[in-house]
């Protein structure tokens, strides 16, 4: 077969184009020629022969501005290739007609770098000692994010955004402390503060709050600061973030709860109860999360060696705390674990409210449905009665003599006792189910 030469980008396309059972490929090329174009056609039905298992394999090519080799007209035809000439742009379909066993397909090992090459990367934002911005919305490897911080792979599973269902959790290290907490992740030194982004989070508002209030914190300095140095002022900015986040979604809960709660008390009706549902998974699901805050921050109060591993700059000038020595983070830790276990609580004692309510409004429903099944007893027993009264009237009426129609009074005596059948039946019927009903 002879040998054409195309243009580079296209050989690389080829080279790494996926295999698939039908698959297409698509090139837009804007300067093709038509020789050009028919050696590529031929190149790609030989490729298509070793990479597809199928019997029909399609290549589309978009090539402006090219026309049939006659000059004009709508359609043009060449050996194995078909094109359409529309507005200027003619698409070129190239067809192959070859089954090649499954066995002959190769697969590029390259088809997947892609996705891979994009999950070891984390894009993050860099402040300084000073606040300022070092670096915005970089993407790092996570092995250079290892070396340079003097962490483990495992360690940052915790703060990768692409980790589903991930819990809280504040990790010590010899140079850094992580922070996975509600909707920040960050990487805390003596010097540098690293925030990574958070896939899929739609909290945009109180990351934007979060960010200037970390920059001011970390302005400032000496009386100002409090006397914390910058490791303590950035994580105290985080848990100001945290806390501030749980209180507002609380307060949401609060009001929208609180109205349905009551609109429960005057009526129950169906729309209620769906909401009921959805409002109680939803406060389940923050209270799991605050608890899972709360044992995060609780984990690092009981351990001492952690407590005084995070003086990161006490570490840097040379002169790490003792164990014991830790009094200033743990006040730190333990005003916002307070503040976290009040959001709990308020969460908790909120949701046991519903779960109250909803045990109530199951009580009346099952009350009024009990009410329903003693109407609908009441009636059948109504019915058994004059069914009762019914049969001595049916036994007059039959077409015999009795010579008792003839006596004046027969009429009277037998309503009055097909009457007194009914009244009795009923009568019995009810102090039967009046005794069954009665709670001892």
């Known amino acids: 077969m002879p040998t054409y030469s195309i243009s580079r980008p296209l050989t690389t396309l080829l080279k790494f184009a996926p295999a698939s059972l039908t698959y297409r490929l698509h090139f837009f090329t804007p300067n093709y020629h038509h020789q050009n174009l028919l050696a590529a056609s031929h190149q790609i039905r030989a490729f298509s022969r070793f ?203 609060e009001t929208f709860v609180t109205r349905l709660l009551l609109e429960l008390e005057e009526r129950i009706e169906q729309r209620q109860l769906k909401e009921l549902l959805q409002y109680t998974k939803k406060l389940s699901k923050f209270e799991k999360d605050v608890l899972s805050i709360q044992g995060a921050i609780t984990e690092v109060l009981e351990q001492d060696e952690d407590l005084a591993a995070m003086f990161l700059t006490a570490k840097k000038s040379g002169s790490p705390r003792k164990v014991n020595d830790h009094e200033e983070i743990e006040l730190l830790l333990e005003t916002y674990l307070k503040q976290v276990e009040e959001i709990g609580n308020r969460a908790t004692a909120l949701l046991s409210n519903m779960r109250s309510t909803e045990e109530i409004s199951n009580i009346i429903l099952d009350a009024n449905r009990n009410s329903l099944l003693i109407y609908e007893l009441k009636l059948t027993m109504g019915t058994l009665g004059v069914g009762a009264g019914g049969l001595l009237a049916s036994i007059f009426g039959m077409n015999l003599h009795s010579f008792f129609e003839e006596d004046p009074y027969a009429f009277g005596v037998v309503s009055g006792t097909a009457v007194a059948i009914v009244g009795l039946i009923f009568w019995i019927s009810l102090r039967k189910m009046r005794k069954l009903t009665k709670i001892y």
Not at 61 to 72: E, K, L, M, Q, T
Not at 80 to 90: D, I, M, N, W
Not at 118 to 135: I, P, Q, Y
């Open 51 to 253: 990479t597809s298992p199928s019997s029909h394999v399609h290549t589309n090519f978009f090539v402006p501005s090219i026309r049939n080799a006659s000059g004009g007209g709508a359609w043009g035809f060449n050996p194995g290739v078909q094109g359409v000439s529309l507005a200027g742009s003619t698409r070129w379909i190239v067809t192959t007609d070859m089954a090649v066993p499954a066995t002959d397909m190769a697969l590029p090992a390259t088809q997947n770098l892609k996705p891979r090459q994009k999950n070891m990367k984390l894009r993050c934002t860099e402040f300084d000692h000073s606040g300022a911005v070092k670096t915005t919305a970089g993407e790092f490897l996570k092995s250079e994010l290892c070396a340079q911080h003097g962490l483990q792979p495992r360690d940052l599973r915790k703060i990768d955004s692409h980790m589903m269902n991930q819990m809280p959790a504040i990790l010590v290290r010899s140079e850094a402390i992580l922070v996975n907490l509600a909707h920040i992740r960050a990487l805390i030194k003596a010097d540098l503060v690293v925030l990574f982004d958070s896939f899929g989070s739609t909290d945009s508002y109180n990351q934007s709050i979060f960010v200037y209030d970390l920059q001011e914190r970390l302005r400032q300095s000496g009386a100002k600061a409090g006397g914390l140095p910058f490791e303590f002022r950035a994580l105290e900015a985080i848990f100001i973030s945290t806390v501030s986040s749980i209180q507002s979604e609380i307060e949401v809960l």
